[in-house]
Nanobody, 120 residues
Framework: VQLVESGGGLVQPGGSLRLSCAASGFTVNYYAIGWFRQAPGKEREGVSCIESGDGATNYDDSVKGRFTISRDNARNTVYLDMNSLKPNDTAVYYC??????????????WGQGTQVTVSS
């Protein structure tokens, strides 16, 4: 099981980014995959998750209405579209899987992370 994130960068407040989580060693449709983030000096927190099969999603309250998680089975990739970005969205973003159908965890397989910086 391997996950590789990409798409991070520097963006101005109000801007948008799309993060990608490319999976190998398993099919993204089979396992739940979550996005997490960790800001400097803060604990890692869950951002969003997509379950296997029907792809039910959930979001942290801080990103509801701004972020969208989706899955492309043909590309074996999960995306996180981030809109209306705020400075406090600045963090290293990770994707992870719990190798289960739902998002209950624990999440044991992690990518290396991608930095998102929201600043003017």
């Amino acid at each position: 099981v391997q996950l590789v994130e990409s798409g991070g960068g520097l963006v101005q407040p109000g801007g948008s980014l799309r993060l990608s989580c490319a999976a190998s060693g398993f099919t993204v449709n089979y396992y739940a995959i979550g996005w997490f983030r960790q800001a400097p000096g803060k604990e890692r927190e869950g951002v969003s998750c997509i379950e296997s099969g029907d792809g039910a999603t959930n979001y942290d309250d801080s990103v509801k209405g701004r972020f969208t998680i989706s899955r492309d089975n043909a590309r074996n990739t999960v995306y996180l579209d981030m809109n209306s970005l705020k400075p406090n969205d600045t963090a290293v973003y990770y994707c992870a899987t719990d190798q289960a159908n739902n998002c209950l965890g624990p999440f044991g397989s992690w990518g290396q992370g991608t930095q998102v910086t929201v600043s003017s």
